[in-house]
């Protein structure tokens, strides 16, 4: 029997060595687990010919996505990112030392910052997801756009299942 990837060999020699677990689950994620590390790379070069990280695409993005004036506070992007402040704050120090965002205090609530997209910044972010999305749609070429849609759909599906209010449910190990 051929196998269709390195996690269906694994699959097979952990079948065979214990018969009495099922191992579908494993093989799913072993699946997402080396896409994430597969197509990772690709995503990150794609990032590097505009000079940025993928963090950094992340905080531009975001900024981007929030429309004129193209403001957000440290706290709420690093919610959005789930990411701590003091990562934020790495990041944004970064992303402010190559001009592509501003940082001021906030007229309104002197005890917050406010950060904003500068124009390069803006046309940073606007030509790096034009290229993004591109390689993105490449990177899915191998399927068709009902498979596409099906793994969306199901990805989607247990992402709400794993993010949702309460796990309580979930189970430990």
Same mark, same amino acid.
């Given at each position: 029997?051929? @196998?269709? %990837? #390195?996690?269906?060999?694994?699959? =097979?020699?952990? &079948?065979?060595?214990?018969?009495?677990? +099922?191992?579908? *689950?494993?093989?799913?994620?072993?699946?997402?687990?080396?896409?994430?590390?597969?197509?990772?790379?690709?995503?990150?070069?794609?990032?590097?010919?505009?000079?940025?990280?993928?963090? @950094?695409? %992340? #905080?531009?993005?975001?900024?981007? =996505?929030?429309? &004129?004036?193209?403001?957000?506070?440290? +706290?709420?992007? *690093?919610?959005?990112?789930?990411?701590?402040?003091?990562?934020?704050?790495?990041?944004?120090?970064?992303?402010?030392?190559?001009?592509?965002?501003?940082?001021?205090?906030?007229?309104?609530?002197?005890?917050?910052?406010?950060?904003?997209?500068?124009?390069?910044?803006?046309?940073?972010?606007?030509?790096?997801?034009?290229?993004?999305?591109?390689?993105?749609?490449?990177?899915?070429?191998?399927?068709?756009?009902?498979?596409?849609?099906?793994?969306?759909?199901?990805?989607?599906?247990?992402?709400?299942?794993?993010?949702?209010?309460?796990?309580?449910?979930?189970?430990?190990?």
């Amino acid at each position: 029997m051929t @196998e269709r %990837d #390195v996690v269906q060999q694994h699959i =097979r020699q952990w &079948e065979r060595e214990r018969p009495d677990l +099922s191992f579908g *689950a494993m093989a799913t994620f072993a699946r997402l687990g080396r896409l994430a590390a597969v197509a990772g790379p690709m995503i990150a070069e794609t990032f590097s010919r505009h000079e940025l990280n993928i963090g @950094e695409f %992340d #905080v531009l993005a975001a900024l981007r =996505r929030s429309g &004129e004036p193209f403001v957000l506070t440290p +706290s709420t992007l *690093a919610k959005a990112m789930m990411l701590s402040t003091a990562a934020m704050t790495n990041r944004l120090d970064r992303l402010q030392a190559a001009g592509l965002v501003d940082r001021r205090l906030d007229p309104e609530n002197r005890r917050s910052i406010l950060v904003s997209l500068t124009a390069a910044g803006r046309t940073t972010v606007d030509a790096a997801v034009v290229e993004h999305v591109a390689n993105e749609e490449s990177l899915l070429a191998g399927l068709t756009a009902g498979q596409r849609q099906t793994l969306d759909d199901l990805l989607a599906t247990l992402l709400a299942s794993l993010e949702g209010p309460t796990r309580s449910d979930r189970p430990t190990l």
